[in-house]
């Protein structure tokens, strides 16, 4: 396993380079889900860690990434979808959805993140789910580092 690669999300892609379309469709049963769905649970509860919090993540991912598996750069946040999403696409309301997205609370970071996962798999985006899994973990940190770096890759930082 590479550098930066979250065991559970390289479970994720063997599913998917193995073209386990069985597995994958009882994932995305689970968006909308908090907590996913008893048929996710052989897939997902082997990995999960004690937080409840973070469990709530692993269901997450684990639907968004069986309703858009393409393989994404480890250097991508939700920041770089949205931007390469923008250079795709000449609609005005990306930015808001963006800033809709960086705004959201823990509770609610799942909804619109299903909405950036439905319009990145319409555009032809990929994601980079081992990196959003581990941004998802700091997401309610007080200095809202992960939003400042998603916001970084998406208007760009000068030094």
Known sequence: MKSGENPFVAYLERLRDENDRAALAKLRRGLGKKMGTPEMYPFVVPFMPDDRR???????VASLFASHPDPAPIERSMGGVFKA???KTESDSIEKRFVQLL???IED????LRH???????KGVAVNYHRLLSDLRYWEHRDRFVQLQWARDFWGFQK
């Open 54 to 60: 973070v469990r709530e993540h692993y269901f997450l």
């Open 116 to 122: 950036a996962i439905s319009l990145a798999r319409s």
């Open 109 to 112: 970071v799942g909804k619109y």
């Open 85 to 87: 999403i923008l250079g």
């Open 103 to 105: 705004s959201a609370d």
